[in-house]
């Protein structure tokens, strides 16, 4: 029998302040508990070269950055993310999980900076040569408790953040319209259920995901690679 594996992708999208770090975490830890080998990850960001464009993009201070600037310095980052990091892990059989994925460029330099959706796409599925994840989890969030929560006990917001409620109202649309174009490969959730019901909700639709026949998923979706228990006794 085929003993290869394929790793699984998921992304977590959703407007700033939607909680995708908790649940990303708290999706790790569970996932872990059972013995996968997770790797957690974020964008902008994930390699050396993306947290310097992380800095460059995100912080106060380095000029004007105008939209189309913006838009490929993201994709950049995620160029070398898909090919540094995300697809390793992949071939190794792991689970990945990134915080922000090509969906975050669509809604907030497509729709945000009004870029067009379909050319920052169409950017991105070249900078990564076309890797999707398997299913993103969408935290939709309002814009006006995305800030709130954001700001309380927080220091200053980013370059992005720190945009008026309307940019971000057009964003929560944009994430919106792009998890109803493709159901299947959608979890949207309201962000502002309690954390233990979103993570319960999260990981029973990771369970079906990871427990589908990989005859019946979606391209490479396959069973990820389980740790031997006696590998790593003590794990997380
Ligand atoms: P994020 O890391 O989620 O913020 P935080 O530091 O609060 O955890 O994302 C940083 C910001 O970058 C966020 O406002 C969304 C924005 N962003 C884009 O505009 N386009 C992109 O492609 C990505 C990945 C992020």
């Given at each position: 029998?085929?003993?290869?594996?394929?790793?699984?992708?998921?992304?977590?999208?959703g407007g700033d302040g939607a909680?995708k770090?908790?649940?990303?975490?708290?999706?790790?830890?569970?996932?872990?508990?059972?013995?996968?080998?997770?790797?957690?990850?974020?964008?902008?960001?994930?390699?050396?070269?993306?947290?310097?464009?992380?800095?460059?993009?995100?912080?106060?201070?380095?000029?004007?950055?105008?939209?189309?600037?913006?838009?490929?310095?993201?994709?950049?980052?995620?160029?070398?993310?898909?090919?540094?990091?995300?697809?390793?892990?992949?071939?190794?059989?792991?689970?990945?999980?990134?915080?922000?994925?090509?969906?975050?460029?669509?809604?907030?330099?497509?729709?945000?900076?009004?870029?067009?959706?379909?050319?920052?796409?169409?950017?991105?599925?070249?900078?990564?040569?076309?890797?999707?994840?398997?299913?993103?989890?969408?935290?939709?969030v309002?814009p006006?408790?995305g800030r709130?929560r954001r700001?309380?006990?927080?220091?200053?917001e980013d370059?992005l953040e720190?945009e008026?409620?309307?940019?971000h109202?057009?964003i929560?649309?944009?994430?919106?319209?792009?998890?109803?174009?493709?159901?299947?490969?959608?979890?949207?959730?309201?962000?502002?259920?309690?954390?233990?019901?979103?993570?319960?909700?999260?990981?029973?639709?990771?369970?079906?995901?990871?427990?589908?026949?990989?005859?019946?998923?979606?391209?490479?979706?396959?069973?990820?690679?389980?740790?031997?228990?006696?590998?790593?006794?003590?794990?997380?």
């Open positions: 029998m085929n003993k290869q594996r394929a790793g699984v992708f998921i992304a977590f999208e909680g770090s908790t649940q990303a975490a708290r999706l790790a830890a569970a996932l872990e508990s059972r013995g996968y080998t997770v790797l957690r990850t974020r964008e902008p960001g994930g390699t050396p070269v993306g947290e310097k464009l992380r800095s460059l993009v995100l912080d106060h201070g380095n000029g004007d950055i105008d939209a189309h600037t913006e838009a490929l310095i993201f994709a950049a980052s995620r160029a070398a993310h898909a090919s540094q990091v995300i697809r390793p892990a992949l071939g190794r059989g792991e689970i990945v999980l990134t915080d922000r994925y090509i969906d975050s460029s669509v809604a907030y330099q497509g729709a945000g900076r009004d870029l067009g959706q379909d050319a920052v796409r169409s950017l991105n599925e070249w900078a990564t040569s076309g890797l999707e994840p398997h299913l993103t989890v969408l935290l939709d309002d006006q408790l709130l700001t309380v006990g927080q220091a200053a370059r720190s008026a409620d309307e940019f109202a057009r929560r649309d944009a994430f919106l319209n792009l998890a109803a174009s493709r159901p299947a490969s959608y979890l949207v959730l309201p962000a502002h259920l309690p954390v233990n019901e979103l993570a319960g909700q999260i990981l029973a639709r990771v369970d079906a995901l990871l427990d589908t026949p990989p005859a019946a998923a979606q391209d490479a979706v396959q069973l990820p690679a389980v740790r031997g228990a006696a590998q790593h006794g003590g794990g997380s």
